[in-house]
């Protein structure tokens, strides 16, 4: 009987071309007098750009300007960034994070674990437990879940939840209160999850409209949250500006042609400017399976102007009013999630089992619905963020917030602040998307000071 014996193949080989030709990366602090220019010249390979830029914002970079080219076997790009302050990068340690990042000993294990600070997205704490839930979203349903974690002696000691479309999406890391341990007993998990299926179900009978999910290692929480809205088709429905009342300088325009000459798709977006804006466009393409081949990012004023020349995974453009359309509405989608409207309060506090639930539910009992929240914990310090309106998605009243102060400041701080989406009433509100943006490194640079 005949044996058939497949050729080998060194597992070295697809890694040649890398150690050929190592990235090159650079951080240039005397071209420009504004910005801080990073340069990164690498053997192309999928997925690259959206790597860049996601390490780039993980760090809390505004991009100012980009310009990228991935046309052949070569990727090139350059960005113009600066801090959330609209500082130049100057921190050597960070400097060094940058080029060692993205150079050639870049994405190993060793290279993620030398960051002194904490990085925004990657979570590989080994000792948690990921937790994903998405559901149809309704007024207090955050503090019902946390309440069902707290209730089963779990501790939330990082989470993200994003609303659009009347659609929730989270990824939450928690871990036993008792042993500060991963959660691994399939029985504890099986009830969990039970639990919360039955809180995000609410009164449908159809399973199929709520999903949970459980894991050990560690995810990129933005791009999960965006991959987990995109596969539940969010930017289908009523439209992205069912929910709230967008003023039109906030909408963005979105025009996809063809370009001739070049064989490219063009893509271009227009709209208000905010922190990792770029990173969630990208971040949308490479789900939907294009492939950036050039791009040009540049900001002008609060106004940001972003161009892609990109084809389908397969080479082929985008040549069907349907693709097209598609295209818009995912694109709108993705710039829409991360959108805060309303009211933004930060609160820290010491942390402990329990504390998100007790903070949600205060919420919940002055009429208060989160539209997006963060929570982060570094230490024995507990920081959450909530972006909050009404129950009826309205600006919430000054005697509602005078209320929160009232029964929580006592026992955690409180800072309230007002989104630039609102103008009913400028006095409260603040300058610039760097303030009112809501970074997890911005907010615990004070206690890890």
């Not at 922190?275 to 050039?294: G, N, P």
Request: aromatic content about 8%; charged content about 25%; proline content about 4%.
């Amino acid at each position: 009987m005949a044996k058939v014996c497949w050729p080998y193949f060194d597992p070295e080989y697809e890694n040649l071309s890398v150690r050929i030709n190592p990235p090159r990366v650079s951080v240039d602090n005397t071209s420009c007098s504004d910005y801080t220019i990073v340069k990164v010249d690498s053997v192309n390979k999928p997925g690259i750009l959206l790597e860049v830029v996601q390490i780039l914002t993980d760090l809390d970079f505004i991009i100012i300007k980009a310009y990228v080219s991935s046309d052949g076997g070569w990727f090139m790009d350059v960005f113009h960034v600066t801090d959330q302050q609209g500082k130049k990068i100057t921190d050597v340690k960070t400097i060094d994070y940058i080029e060692r990042i993205l150079g050639p000993k870049g994405h190993t294990e060793d290279g993620m674990k030398n960051w002194p600070g904490k990085r925004v997205g990657v979570h590989s704490f080994g000792n948690y437990t990921a937790i994903e839930l998405i559901g149809r979203d309704r007024p207090g349903l955050l503090s019902e879940i946390s309440a069902v974690l707290a209730n089963l002696h779990f501790n939330v000691t990082v989470a993200e939840v994003w609303t659009h479309n009347r659609r929730i999406a989270c990824v939450l890391y928690v871990n036993d209160d008792t042993t500060s341990g991963a959660v691994d007993d399939p029985n504890r998990l099986s009830i969990m999850e039970e639990q919360l299926k039955h809180i995000l179900r609410g009164c449908e009978d159809d399973d199929n409209v709520v999903r949970t999910s459980f894991s050990m290692g560690f995810t990129h929480i933005d791009r999960r949250l965006h991959q987990m809205l995109f596969a539940d088709r969010d930017y289908e429905g009523g439209g992205v500006t069912t929910e709230v009342d967008y003023p039109p300088s906030f909408k963005p325009k979105i025009i996809v042609e063809r370009c001739e000459e070049k064989g490219y798709s063009v893509v271009t977006v227009r709209c208000k400017d905010r922190a990792k804006l770029m990173f969630d466009i990208v971040c949308t393409l490479t789900d939907m399976q294009y492939v950036v081949f050039h791009a040009n990012i540049s900001s002008n004023g609060p106004h940001a102007s972003q161009e892609y020349f990109i084809r389908h995974m397969d080479g082929c453009t985008l040549d069907t009013e349907g693709e097209k359309e598609r295209v818009v509405k995912c694109l709108e989608a993705a710039i829409h999630r991360r959108v805060s409207e309303g009211l933004s309060l930060e609160l820290c506090a010491k942390d402990r089992c329990g504390l998100l639930s007790e903070v949600t539910r205060i919420l919940r009992e002055n009429g208060l619905s989160v539209r997006r929240a963060g929570v982060s914990t570094v230490g024995e310090k507990a920081v959450n963020v909530f972006y909050v309106r009404d129950a009826y998605g309205n600006p919430v009243d000054a005697k509602t917030i005078e209320a929160l102060r009232k029964e929580i400041g006592h026992t955690m701080m409180l800072n309230v602040k007002k989104d630039p989406v609102s103008t009913k009433t400028p006095e409260a509100e603040t300058s610039g998307w760097a303030k009112t943006s809501f970074f997890f490194g911005n907010l615990l640079e004070k206690f890890l000071a």
